[in-house]
């Protein structure tokens, strides 16, 4: 069984198509791997700290698909939601890696230490 965890680092403030079109495809694959019975974590990391809080929003477009891989989010990097100002909407905030002069980020490291292969969007 393979191991995936999915990094979004696209900023939902842009507005933009690439933008949602990073966090569709994100949530797309992790969609892939769940109902394959992969394992597989979701972190919003960097911007994308800001996406938990806009795919709540039941008029979005990606709405439904966020709720059907929920369960599947690690959690919100918490340096990078204290630097780019977001919610974690309830979400753990992941600190793992104590980088200098923020509250911590994840780990990549980690990730690749306990074999997941890492897909940033």
């Known amino acids: 069984m393979s191991k995936t965890a999915i990094v979004v680092l696209s900023d939902p403030k842009t507005g933009s ?11 797309s694959v992790a ?16 911007t994308g700290s800001r996406w938990p ?13 966020y709720q059907a891989v929920k369960g599947k989010i ?11 100002g977001a919610d974690s909407s309830g979400f753990d905030l992941v600190s ?3 980088v200098p002069g923020t509250s911590g980020l994840p780990s990549f490291v980690k ?4 074999g997941f292969k890492i897909i940033t969007f």
């Open 17 to 27: 198509e690439e933008a949602l079109g990073r966090v569709f495809n994100a949530l």
């Open 31 to 46: 969609y892939d791997c769940k109902i394959n019975d992969e394992e597989v974590v979701i972190l919003f990391q960097g």
């Open 53 to 65: 809080e806009t795919l709540q929003k039941e008029d979005h477009p990606v709405h439904e698909l």
């Open 74 to 84: 690690k959690g919100v990097s918490s340096g990078c939601a204290g630097v780019f």
């Open 96 to 98: 793992e890696n104590q």
């Open 111 to 114: 990730l690749q230490k306990d």
